[in-house]
């Protein structure tokens, strides 16, 4: 019960993180490598950004997107986090702007709860 408890915190934690602000934004993606060690964060962080793709999709599918695009938003995340990583993602995949993270954690967690 403590790690499900644990991991909703986590989670609620990030999630303030990534709205808040730019700095705030930049901790959470170097925090983001621990938090997923407990699976309810990477479920509930991997919800979220399907979530947020999804609902930006909707108005701007990726198809509709040039490389130049890409090359900026990619270029403004990795220099000072002015934008969000959802916005950078071209598949839902993506390790460091999608859920490819999340996704690559619970596939590891699975296979050590099991081993």
């Not at 990030?14 to 934004?25: P, Q, V």
């Not at 490819?100 to 296979?111: K, Q, R, S, T, V």
């Amino acid at each position: 019960m403590a790690n499900i408890l644990l991991g909703v915190c986590l989670f609620i934690v990030g999630f303030a993180f990534e709205i808040l602000s730019n700095d705030t934004r930049a901790a959470i993606y170097q925090l983001g490598f621990i938090f997923r060690l407990w699976p309810v964060y990477a479920l509930g962080e991997g919800l979220w950004r399907i979530v947020l793709i999804g609902t930006l999709w909707k108005t701007d599918p990726p198809e509709d997107r040039d490389e130049e695009y890409y090359t900026e938003c990619e270029k403004d995340y990795d220099e000072d986090k002015s934008r969000r990583p959802y916005e950078c993602a071209r598949t839902i995949w993506d390790r460091k702007y999608a859920t490819g993270d999340a996704i690559l954690y619970l596939c590891a967690e699975i296979l050590l709860y099991f081993l």
